[in-house]
Nanobody, 127 residues
């Protein structure tokens, strides 16, 4: 069992940056695949980024490639999402997710693959 707590959301102008953090409980964090998802009002939850247990592989939605960077610090049980060049369409509640196994790259963007979810943090980008 792992508990996830996101932080770092807020209001930012278009073109600005934010860094989200997701702190995980438990002693086996390093064995978890971690992901970030987001959900805008009236829309389905969508994949943003994911990272393997070692940090050796990362995956991104096309909409955020080149602007967002996912990383992790296993010593701190924390995964990060650095968001640069933010756009109004990035406005959403951002969720951290975890699963205690490797995920094939084909399904890494599928929310059903993840077993644990945080409560979410709001990101609002003004134009």
């Amino acid at each position: 069992q792992v508990q996830l707590v996101e932080s770092g959301g807020g209001l930012v102008q278009a073109g600005g940056s934010l860094r989200l953090s997701c702190a995980a409980s438990g002693r086996t964090f390093s064995s978890y695949t971690m992901g970030w998802f987001r959900q805008a009002p009236g829309k389905e939850r969508e994949f943003v980024a994911a990272i393997t247990w070692s940090g050796g592989s990362t995956y991104y939605a096309d909409s955020v490639k080149g602007r967002f960077t996912i990383s992790r610090d296993n010593a701190k049980n924390t995964v990060y999402l650095q968001m640069n060049s933010l756009k109004p369409e990035d406005t959403a509640v951002y969720y951290c997710a975890a699963v205690r196994r490797p995920i094939h790259s084909i399904v890494v963007a599928a929310s059903r693959e993840y077993d644990y979810w945080g409560q979410g943090t709001q990101v609002t980008v003004s134009s």
